[in-house]
């Protein structure tokens, strides 16, 4: 059974920095896609960042480009997202998932998602 666990959330003033880290568990992690994904209150959730299974290929949406960076460790079944410059309006939970396709923005190309991890940007 794959299991992913967000860490790493919490709550960081406008212009600081913050990571979160996701690990997996349950099968073969450096044959997988990860992605990360956020959903705001009231918003649907929308892709962020996506590395593909061996951390040599990234994809960001274009609302956290050169300011959030997604990496990944395979020897310790961890992916991370570096946020830095952060806004207000990345205020959200911030959730990882697995993929067998990369690159995808798309939630329903991801069939693990783990529980989240709050994010709260303050101005």
Not at 1 to 17: C, D, F, M, N
Not at 77 to 86: G, K
Not at 97 to 106: D, K, L, N, R, T
Request: hydrophobic share 30%; with cysteine.
């Amino acid at each position: 059974q794959v299991r992913l666990v967000e860490s790493g959330g919490g709550l960081v003033q406008a212009g600081g920095s913050l990571r979160v880290s996701c690990a997996a568990s349950g099968r073969t992690f450096s044959a997988y896609t990860m992605g990360w994904f956020r959903q705001a209150p009231g918003k649907e959730r929308e892709f962020v960042a996506t590395i593909n299974a061996s951390g040599g290929r990234t994809y960001y949406a274009d609302s956290v480009k050169g300011r959030f960076t997604i990496s990944r460790d395979n020897t310790k079944n961890t992916v991370y997202l570096q946020m830095n410059s952060l806004k207000p309006e990345d205020t959200a939970v911030y959730y990882c998932a697995q993929s067998p396709i990369f690159p995808s923005p798309s939630t329903h190309d991801y069939d693990y998602w783990g529980q989240g991890t709050q994010v709260t940007v303050s101005s």
